[in-house]
């Protein structure tokens, strides 16, 4: 894998102090080389309505710049968020960063990115 993705594991609740937290993260990889970020939501328990806004930025600001966005390993609290919220299709969710993996490589190949 290159320097093209990156993956980040917030933690603990995801609110607007952790969500300001996230937002500066992704700031600094805004003009690199990264092309895909991988939000990991494994050690993710809660998200308020702050959270849920500082994803919808994130995919705003990330779409401007033609990156990409992914959500993995998101709790059934979460999951409740984006299906009440109606907003379940806008992004790209995978069980897993192993599925993610999977994904981004095998995409690569079929863009002749790889091997």
């Known amino acids: 894998m290159d320097l093209q993705m990156k993956i980040i594991r917030p933690q603990g609740i995801l609110n607007s102090k952790s969500g300001s937290q996230l937002l500066a993260e992704i700031d600094e990889l805004i003009g690199s ?15 308020d ?35 009440m919220t109606n907003s379940s299709q806008i992004f790209e969710v995978l069980p897993n960063p192993t599925s993610f993996i999977s994904t981004y490589n095998q995409e690569e190949v079929e863009n002749g990115v790889m091997g």
Do not use: A
Not at 33 to 47: H, S
Not at 49 to 69: A, E, P
């Open 49 to 83: 309505s702050s959270g849920f806004s500082t994803l919808l930025i994130m995919l705003k600001t990330l779409k401007k710049h033609n990156m990409r966005l992914v959500l993995c390993s998101i709790n059934e609290q979460i999951r409740m968020v984006f299906e």
């Open 33 to 47: 080389d990264v092309k895909t970020i991988l939000i990991d939501f494994q050690d993710v328990n809660f998200m």
